[in-house]
C-alpha cells in the first residue's frame, strides 16, 4: 500500500500527487491545481460563496428564550471540576458522562501511544470493582451500560441507566477515572488488543484510520494534535505500566474534566460528584503540558511492502490512498458553521456516505 499526505499552508497553490502502481512499474501523475485554475477565477461560474445570492433574501433568524426547564445549569466545584446538568429526558433514562482534557495532544513528556493503552483500559479494573464483570453487575439493576470515546484532544466516559441509578453511575465513573489499577494482566491484554487492532487496520480495505493519523502528522508536525493517535509498532512493545500511571495521574484530574447529566436533577448530580470525585489532587506538573496547536503544513509518504490481504478466493488490488488537507477554523472560530456549510457543498464526506459527492 502506498500512503501520500500533503498539507499546504496555501490554497491556491496546492499540488495534488498520486502515485498509482502499475505492473511491472510504477507511473507517477503529477497535476498542478494552479495550472488548470487561475487564481481569483470562479471554478463553476456561478456567483461566489462570500457574496449574497442575487434575488435571494438574507434570512431572519428567530431568537427565543430557552425555557428555564430545559436550560443547562453549571455549578464549579473546589477540585476545579464542573458539573453540568439538563433535565432533557429520553425514553425514561438519563446519561451521566465525563468530558476529559486528554489524547495525543498531550504526550509531548510521554511515549507516543500511551494513551492508546488507557483507551483500552477505560472500565476496566479498579479498587471497588474487581473486574469489567464487576462494574456491569453494580449497573444491571439500573439498566446501565458505558462506553468510552476517545478522541485527539478529548476523552468521554459515559454511564446510561435508570435515574434511581446515578448515585451508582457517577461512582462508575469516579473509580475509572481515579482508582484504576492497571494491572500487569490488564496492561499486557491492552497490548495484543492494540496489535490486534493495528493488524486488522493492515488486512482491512478502510485505512481511513491510517490516513487521518498521517494528514494530521503532517498538518502538525511534531506537536499536539500531530502525535499518533495509533500507537506506533516501535513504541507498543515498550509502554509499561508505569508509563500508564505517569499519564494517567498527570491528566486525569478534576480540573481537566467537565461532569454532565442529561434528565438529571443538578443538585443529585453535584451531591454525588462532591462525594465520589477527589476534593484534592496531586497532579504532577512535570509531566503534563497544554501546547498550542502549531500549524506547519507538509507531506507525509508511507510505502508498504506487505502483500494485499485476501478475502475468499481473490486478492485485494495494491491501493495508493491520497490525502490533501487545509488549515480551517476551531470549533470555537467564528467562521465554524460557514467551513461546515462549505464541507457539505464541497461533497463533505465518503463516497458512500450521506453527506457524500
Known amino acids: 500500500q502506498h500512503y501520500f499526505i500533503q498539507s499546504n499552508l496555501s490554497y491556491s497553490s496546492c499540488r495534488i500527487s498520486t502515485r498509482l502502481k502499475m505492473k511491472p512499474g510504477l507511473r507517477v501523475l503529477r497535476r498542478s491545481l494552479s495550472s488548470v485554475v487561475p487564481r481569483g477565477s470562479g471554478?463553476?461560474?456561478h456567483p461566489p460563496l462570500n457574496e449574497p445570492f442575487p434575488g435571494v433574501s438574507i434570512p431572519q433568524y428567530q431568537k427565543g428564550n430557552v425555557p428555564s426547564s430545559k436550560a443547562t445549569q453549571i455549578t464549579s466545584l473546589a477540585n476545579g471540576l464542573k458539573v453540568a446538568t439538563t433535565n432533557q429526558t429520553s425514553g425514561g433514562m438519563c446519561s451521566v458522562g465525563v468530558v476529559l482534557e486528554s489524547g495525543p495532544r498531550f504526550e509531548k513528556l510521554h511515549k507516543d501511544g500511551v494513551t492508546h493503552f488507557l483507551e483500552k483500559l477505560s472500565f476496566s479494573s479498579t479498587a471497588?470493582?474487581?473486574?469489567?464483570?464487576?462494574?456491569?453487575?453494580?449497573?444491571e439493576p439500573y439498566g446501565g451500560m458505558y462506553e468510552a470515546l476517545h478522541f485527539r484532544d478529548v476523552g468521554v466516559f459515559t454511564v446510561s441507566c435508570l435515574p434511581d441509578?446515578?448515585?451508582?453511575a457517577t461512582h462508575v465513573l469516579s473509580q475509572t477515572l481515579f482508582h484504576s489499577q492497571f494491572s500487569e494482566i490488564d496492561i499486557e491484554s491492552a497490548r495484543q488488543s492494540i496489535a490486534c487492532e493495528i493488524e486488522m487496520f493492515k488486512m482491512g480495505a478502510d485505512q481511513e484510520p491510517i490516513v487521518t493519523d498521517l494528514v494530521h502528522a503532517a498538518a502538525y508536525n511534531s506537536n499536539t494534535v500531530g502525535y499518533p493517535k495509533i500507537c506506533p509498532i516501535s513504541t507498543l512493545p515498550h509502554i509499561s505500566r508505569a508509563d500508564v500511571l505517569n499519564y494517567y495521574t498527570s491528566n486525569y484530574i478534576p480540573s481537566r474534566m467537565v461532569l454532565v447529566g442529561v434528565g438529571v436533577e443538578h443538585q443529585k448530580l453535584v451531591e454525588s460528584a462532591s462525594k465520589y470525585f477527589p476534593s484534592v489532587t496531586s497532579q504532577n506538573t512535570e509531566s503534563s503540558v497544554s501546547e498550542v496547536a502549531q500549524y506547519t503544513g507538509g507531506h507525509c509518504y508511507r510505502h508498504d511492502d506487505s502483500a494485499p490481504p485476501t478475502i475468499g478466493p481473490q486478492e485485494l488490488p495494491t491501493l495508493t490512498h491520497v490525502a490533501i488537507g487545509f488549515q480551517s477554523s476551531s470549533h470555537q472560530d467564528d467562521d465554524y458553521v460557514k467551513f461546515c456549510v462549505l464541507n457539505t457543498l464541497m461533497g463533505g464526506g465518503g463516497s458512500f456516505s450521506a453527506g457524500g459527492p
Open 43 to 45: 471554478v463553476t461560474g
Open 165 to 168: 441509578g446515578v448515585d451508582t
Open 128 to 139: 471497588s470493582y474487581e473486574t469489567p464483570e464487576h462494574i456491569i453487575a453494580a449497573l
